[in-house]
């Protein structure tokens, strides 16, 4: 857990115990389940849903180009149990030309969230259909139809390779190619200029048709909580969760705080990845260039959420270790790249200067607070049982910054 010092330093120390009003809140309704509130003058706090449906849903939606091709849907099912069939009828309409006999599958990642299995003919991957089966239940989680809109806008900024197609559980597109990166590849500056310059371009994207965007994270995780509390009692029952990983209780009071805590920063609403993982990033060598994969989260979000999310990858994913967490000289370096570009992107020029890059600083460490483990809960499927149960992934609850930072505050954060 970083140290007094480094919390002063972005201004989230404070020396005594966290306010109670953070705790006065009930959450007797769904909506407040979302733990979404702001705080009025008169200091009541009030749901973020008496705000016009319609409009957040109009500020949230992402516009697709005209100009993009549409993109065939293919009534398919792949069994992620015997691809091989199903993949075979999604490449007699993608790739006609390929003699099904000759056809290889190579099976990228066979995870709980998806399945990626590459097709191809020939000795070399050159031609490669990418083949992404989606998990179990995981349509809970994920928008499918906003990331298939994604994908399109991506594209069309030459951001995303060519999605080929969707078929009834999953979704066709082009193979980019190189190497996906490593936690120890995004720490060498080369490549975190490279991957700073790229986010830019993402977060420079205009697709929102004329409305004033605005991030949907707040509902997405109060979908998390909902969800959690409704598996809450048969994941108890199983003894799935640790005592160790935070209450359902705590989750929302701590939602809320940073809700309160990072909503008045003022950082940009901006079209973002919202998953950028070492293994989302393809180095292309002989290009020099990076690229992005994986769009299941992407949508209009906070531009300092999306790299504070990234900045928490430097620690590694399956062995967490956050003492590889960026210090500020490279957060610095990092920040001023992104800003060089994102400024030259929207047309504002490319000189940056230190109280620019201080206050993205500021934000960025701010919200890499909410980027936690513990609050990204993923569904999987029970083998035996076959019910869908939540569960943790990606790291051991002694490991969750959050609640590191959770229990520190509890002694007088």
């Known amino acids: ?68 091709p549409a993109v065939p849907k293919i009534d398919v099912t792949v069994d992620d149990g015997d691809c091989r069939p199903g993949a075979l009828k999604l490449l007699k309409e993608l790739r006609p030309s390929w003699k099904p006999s000759e056809v290889k599958i190579k099976i990228f990642t066979d995870g709980i969230t998806n399945k990626l299995l590459g097709c191809y003919v020939g000795s070399v991957l050159q031609d490669v259909v990418l083949v992404r089966i989606y998990g179990n239940k995981t349509e809970l989680l994920v928008d499918r139809e906003n990331e298939v809109k994604s994908f399109r806008v991506l594209h069309a900024h030459r951001c995303a390779p060519q999605l080929y197609c969707t078929f009834n559980n999953g979704l066709c597109y082009e193979f980019l190619q190189g ?26 994207i205009h697709a929102h048709n004329g409305w004033v965007p605005q991030s949907d994270m707040w509902v997405k995780m109060g979908k998390y909580l909902a969800l959690i509390s409704k ?24 939602l809320v705080w940073l809700q309160q805590s990072l909503t008045v920063l003022g950082s940009p609403v901006v079209l973002c990845h919202n998953d950028l993982l070492c293994k989302n990033i393809v180095y292309n060598q002989r290009e020099g260039s990076v690229k992005f994969i994986d769009y299941e989260y992407a949508g209009y979000n906070y531009q300092a959420f999306d790299i504070g999310n990234h900045f928490n990858e430097f620690a590694g994913l399956n062995e967490v270790d956050y003492s590889y967490y960026p210090d500020r000289p490279v957060q610095l370096l990092w920040l001023r790249s992104y800003l060089e570009a994102y400024k030259q ?55 969750l910054p959050l609640h590191d930072r959770r229990r520190a505050r509890r002694s007088g954060f």
């Open 1 to 68: 857990m970083r140290n007094k010092t480094f919390f002063e330093g972005v201004g989230l120390w404070r020396g005594g115990a966290r306010s109670p009003a953070v705790y006065t809140h009930t959450f007797s309704t769904y909506r407040q389940t979302f733990g979404i509130f702001r705080q009025e003058p008169h200091g009541r706090p009030q749901n973020a849903f008496e705000n016009d449906t319609n409009t957040f849903a109009m500020a949230s939606y992402i516009h697709v180009p005209d100009e993009a």
């Open 231 to 254: 598996y809450r009692r048969e994941l108890d029952q199983n003894d799935r969760l640790s005592s160790d990983v935070p209450s359902l209780q705590c989750l929302r009071k701590e």
């Open 179 to 204: 190497a996906a990166l490593e936690p120890q590849h995004i720490r060498h500056q080369p490549l975190f200029r490279l991957i700073a310059r790229q986010l830019a371009k993402y977060h420079a």
């Open 345 to 399: 992107l929207k047309g504002q020029g490319s000189e940056v200067t230190d109280a620019e890059v201080e206050t993205l600083y500021v934000q960025v460490n701010k919200f890499a607070l909410i980027c936690s483990p513990a609050l990204q809960p993923v569904l999987q499927d029970e083998t035996r049982g076959g019910r869908a149960e939540l569960t943790q992934i990606k790291a051991q609850p002694s490991q």
